[in-house]
Nanobody, 114 residues
Framework: VQLQASGGGFMQAGGSLRLSCVAS????????MAWYRQAPRKQREMVAV???????NYADSVKGRFTISRDNAKNTLYLQMRSLKPDDTAVYYC?????????WGQGTQVTVSS
């Protein structure tokens, strides 16, 4: 499995969730990794990105609320989401940044109610 995201669910506004993504060792060890999301009727957007060395960057819409991290020993990417808002409702995916053509997989659904 190249990329497999999990951890989504249904949450009320203000709540927290942690997403995980397991990647193949080859993919994870050499690539900048990112979380993306796609809300209904909207284009996919990058949410957070992390380099192999741990430098991070975030979309303005999630800055201060989401934290991306990676465990290089476990080939696992994380997204800690806090203070969730209804606008965070989307399917969340992990992938390399930039996209190098790997399958996006099914992602994991996050639904936030008001």
């Amino acid at each position: 499995v190249q990329l497999q995201a999990s951890g989504g669910g249904f949450m009320q506004a203000g709540g927290s969730l942690r997403l995980s993504c397991v990647a193949s060792a080859t993919t994870f060890s050499t690539n900048i990794m990112a979380w993306y999301r796609q809300a209904p009727r909207k284009q996919r957007e990058m949410v957070a990105v992390i380099t192999t060395g741990g430098v991070t960057n975030y979309a303005d819409s999630v800055k201060g609320r989401f934290t991306i991290s990676r465990d290089n020993a476990k080939n696992t990417l994380y997204l800690q989401m806090r203070s969730l808002k209804p606008d965070d409702t989307a399917v969340y995916y992990c992938n390399t940044w930039p996209d190098v053509g790997l399958s996006w997989g099914q992602g994991t659904q996050v639904t936030v109610s008001s």
